[in-house]
């Protein structure tokens, strides 16, 4: 079974420090994985998305994601966090059954001044 | 503009009773879900429809049902045996190819 393992609950840095977010995910064959954010009260909004071809990826907002096929795991990263970036993270892998996302417990992430 | 609409943004019910919480798209995606949101728990999925007439459970559809009688809308009705109804409860849809879903903005629910 398809399954995403978020290890940290909550992330606190300073605003302008370096970001990572940790990922990994179980899954037999290529995934589809994915990384939105969420703020208060609202929907999700897709950073970025891997599908196949280059491991390291792109997003909005100055985010990038690296997927390591050996390690299972599709880590989000920021050089420089600024503090609208304050919001919940969620990594999610595309099942088996076709369109089914399995999603991670999100990381809550804290941006101090 | 396409996109998914929730309604309504916040609903409020006395226990026992019934709710139903809509969800419609413009994106003319065949695939729709519906997800409740616990703080500290991710995202759960409830049900999901990959087409007309058809929708399968997730895992936790116990005390939820759905239709799917027109492609746009996927409607959730949350019935008074959900024993912990009171949550964010978040709509989806994406193409059946498999790629991005896209998430409407979310009905919070408050049953006392």
């Known amino acids: 079974a398809q399954s995403v393992t978020q290890p940290d609950i909550h992330i606190t840095v300073s605003e302008g420090a370096s970001l990572e977010l940790r990922c990994n995910y179980s899954y037999g064959a290529t995934p589809y994985l994915f990384w939105y954010v969420q703020s208060p009260g609202q929907g999700l909004q897709l950073l970025l998305k891997y599908f196949s071809g280059d491991t390291l990826v792109q997003g909005i907002k100055g985010f990038e994601a690296e997927f390591k096929r050996s390690q299972s795991s599709f880590n989000l990263r920021k050089p420089s966090v600024h503090w609208s970036d304050a919001a919940e993270y969620f990594c999610?892998?595309?099942?088996?059954?076709?369109?089914?996302?399995?999603f991670g417990r999100g990381t809550q992430l804290t941006v101090w001044p | 503009d396409g996109g998914i609409t929730q309604s309504p943004k916040y609903l409020f019910r006395k226990e026992g009773q019934n709710v139903t919480l809509s969800c419609e798209q413009n994106?003319?995606?065949?695939?729709m879900y519906w997800y409740r949101q616990d703080p500290g728990q991710g995202l759960r999925l409830i049900y999901y429809?990959?087409?007309?007439?058809?929708?399968q459970k997730g895992d936790i559809a116990e005390g939820y049902s759905v239709s799917r009688e027109k492609k746009e809308s996927f409607p959730l009705t949350v019935t008074s045996a959900q024993k912990n109804p009171t949550a964010f409860y978040l709509c989806a849809s994406a193409p059946l190819t498999n790629t991005e879903a896209f998430f409407g903005q979310g009905t919070r629910l408050t049953v006392v």
């Open positions: 994106l003319n995606h065949d695939a």
């Open positions: 999610a892998v595309r099942g088996s059954t076709l369109g089914r996302l399995y």
């Open positions: 429809s990959q087409i007309v007439n058809d929708f």
